[in-house]
């Protein structure tokens, strides 16, 4: 598969990628190009620029350039010759992953599209996750969110929300977030469900400080008792979170 191939279908799913292109250096190299994703993890950065001898640079600016979200030239010394680098930057959108396909789920998808998120939706009961419950999920995956997750990719722009009250899908999305980059994680739940749920995970291995993390009972308090005011404030507390704003007692009466 070409470069242009694999930059493509990076850009379908969204994920973070950077096309460098040699525009200033010797005749030999002039043009050539690398694709560099922002993680290294599910494809290796490849191409002809990264023979010049400049690899470890050429990917560090890469990456750092997807993590700012722009595009920019660097100058690099090579065989005593200066040479500049563009890098083309995509950044993947902000996303909002909803772990569970239950009611919730919809109001959630509706208040973050305004709010410039990608949404995707996981849950591997493919009775409940279908099209024609949430028309509006930019991205449904029917799978476990073990799986799932590192497919769709934990950016420092993602939050993950899990709603299904489930220890079997809430706790392995949980395991899999909160050590993550994720900017918000947080977990539906009352104060007694959310005490037995830190005493699994801490069972399980989860550390203290990525815990400390969690925003649970989720959602800032405004009262809310339906789930479209529960999404609500679970909106309102992921903007605060996102803008850095200082967080009120968190609270929610939604036990659906």
Do not use: C
Not at 75 to 84: D, K, M, P, R
Not at 149 to 169: Q, R
Not at 190 to 218: F, Q, W, Y
């Amino acid at each position: 598969m070409s470069l242009f191939s694999q930059l493509t279908t990076l850009i379908k799913k969204d994920k973070g990628v950077a096309l460098a292109v040699m525009v200033r250096g010797p005749v030999d190299f002039f043009g050539a190009k690398a694709l560099i994703p922002a993680d290294s993890a599910s494809l290796q950065p490849q191409g002809p620029l990264l023979e010049i001898g400049l690899v470890q640079e050429i990917i560090a600016d890469a990456q750092a350039l997807i993590l700012a979200g722009r595009s920019a030239t660097k100058t690099y010394l090579f065989q005593g010759t200066e040479v500049e680098i563009f890098y083309d930057i995509h950044r993947p959108a902000p996303r909002l992953i909803i772990v569970g396909a239950v009611h919730i789920a919809s109001d959630l998808i509706h208040f973050a599209k305004p709010l410039g998120l990608r949404t995707y939706l996981v849950d591997p009961r493919t009775a409940f996750a279908t099209s024609e419950r949430f028309p509006h999920v930019d991205e449904m995956y029917p799978a476990w969110p073990d799986e799932a997750l590192p497919e769709i990719g934990l950016t420092p722009e993602t939050s993950v929300v899990v709603v299904t009250h489930d220890p079997k899908l809430d706790d392995p999305a949980l395991k899999v977030a909160l050590p993550s980059p994720a900017q918000y994680v947080g977990a539906l739940g009352s104060p007694k469900t959310h005490a037995k749920r830190v005493e699994r995970l801490l069972a399980e291995g989860v550390s203290p400080a990525d815990l400390d993390r969690l925003h649970a009972p989720i959602g800032l308090n405004i009262g809310g008792r339906t789930p479209a005011e529960i999404a609500l404030s679970i909106m309102a507390e992921i903007v605060a979170v996102r803008n850095e704003m200082p967080l009120g007692q968190p609270t929610t009466l939604y036990k659906g």
